[in-house]
């Protein structure tokens, strides 16, 4: 429970300090991505003077354990995925995490973006099943090890 409740109070704090900057605002983002107004720079500038000197002092996990390993493979899902957010985040100024703040202001519009964003999630989320179970049903590892296709496609090491 109390570990909820620090997940629930960063994530307002966090959620304040979106709505305080003005990222909570679509036109002031997309203002920034056009250089028109780097003010955005500057909030994002202080985040990572913040956020460097904390990390370094934790660099256990806050709620105990050990950190996990993370490995992410560089293919062709990853950069078009990263290609499409930043394609909607220029197009609409929307990015999920400021959208849900910027609900949180009064921003209703901004519901469209986000149901939007859900949407795309699920879909992407079906496809990928899709997609691995027909990896699935073609890959085999000639060991006969069968985390082989599962690694395989999520990019990892098999075994």
């Given amino acids: 429970m ?3 409740a620090m ?10 300090g979106l709505a305080v900057s ?4 679509p036109e002031v983002v997309l203002s920034f991505l056009t250089f028109d107004d780097l003010g955005l720079l500057l909030v994002m500038g202080t985040a990572l003077a ?15 354990g050990d950190p996990e390993p993370f490995s992410a493979a560089l293919n062709l899902r990853t950069v078009s995925g990263s290609v499409l957010f930043g394609v909607g985040w220029g197009v609409s100024g929307v990015c999920p995490g400021a959208a849900i703040a910027s609900v949180g202001t009064g921003n209703w519009p ?3 973006a986000v149901a939007a964003m859900f949407v795309g999630a699920f879909v992407q989320g079906k496809l990928m099943d899709r ?3 027909a990896t699935e049903s073609t890959t085999s590892d000639p060991s006969g090890d069968p985390s082989y296709p599962r690694n395989a496609v999520r990019g990892g090491a098999p075994g």
């Fill in 7 to 16: 997940f629930f109070i960063g994530g307002v704090v966090f959620g304040i």
């Fill in 50 to 64: 913040v956020a460097l000197p904390v990390f370094q002092l934790f660099s256990k996990p806050f709620f105990g």
């Fill in 22 to 25: 003005g990222m909570t605002r």
């Fill in 2 to 4: 109390k570990r909820l």
């Fill in 110 to 112: 901004v519901l469209v």
């Fill in 131 to 133: 997609g691995s179970a």
